[in-house]
């Protein structure tokens, strides 16, 4: 294997390599008022209970109604909402219903308030597990308590934004399963 040149690169664009996942649509509600933000920010803490962390910027909508009502759900959309993907980012649910303005379908969830949307591939029911970090860093803590996911296809093409107006599409499967110590997986 030979090393790879490299280059000095700019720090606060670092997030383009390290970009953690697909890119999700957040849906929140409380006390009636219902919105969608698109999240790219988020990770994996916990296996069981299943929790991941969410950076959340207080400028958005979303915010205060996560905040106040403790819920939320984090909806995994395909490539086929690219497009909405990226209008419900440059909306703000102030002054639109987002699920009306882009067709987008409210289904109730099952353990939480907020809606789940219904042309999203996967649904994972939120509560907030820890908020100790959200007042410095806007970093919520939440503990997927139902998740819901669409049999086909197994590997759904998911977003991954890169930065810039840029996404990546999730591509090929590779399984190495059959290299890892049983208990590993």
């Not at 280059?7 to 390290?18: Q, T």
């Not at 409210?106 to 809606?115: K, L, N, S, T, W």
């Not at 503990?143 to 977003?159: G, N, W, Y």
Request: charge should be negative; hydrophobic fraction near 40%; proline fraction near 5%.
């Amino acid at each position: 294997m030979t090393a790879v040149r490299k280059i000095d690169f700019d720090v606060s664009d670092v997030r383009r390599y390290l970009e953690p996942g697909p890119v999700v649509l957040v849906s929140s509600a409380h006390q009636g008022e219902h919105d969608i933000m698109t999240m790219g920010w988020h990770t994996i803490m916990e296996f069981s209970p299943s929790l991941v962390g969410c950076m959340i910027s207080a400028g958005n909508h979303s915010f205060e109604l996560i905040r106040a009502s403790g819920e939320c759900v984090i909806n995994l959309p395909t490539t086929a909402l690219t497009d909405t993907v990226v209008k419900i980012g440059n909306t703000s649910g102030e002054r639109i219903d987002k699920f009306e303005e882009f067709g987008l379908t409210a289904e109730a969830a099952e353990m939480v308030g907020a809606p789940m949307i219904g042309e999203c591939h996967a649904n994972f029911e939120c509560r907030l597990f820890e908020d100790a970090l959200v007042g410095h860093y806007n970093f919520f803590v939440f503990e997927v308590v139902k998740a819901h996911v669409a049999p086909e296809p197994e590997h759904p093409e998911t977003l991954h934004y890169k930065g810039g107006g840029i996404f990546m599409v999730s591509g090929e499967i590779i399984d190495k399963s059959a290299l890892f110590r049983p208990g590993m997986l």
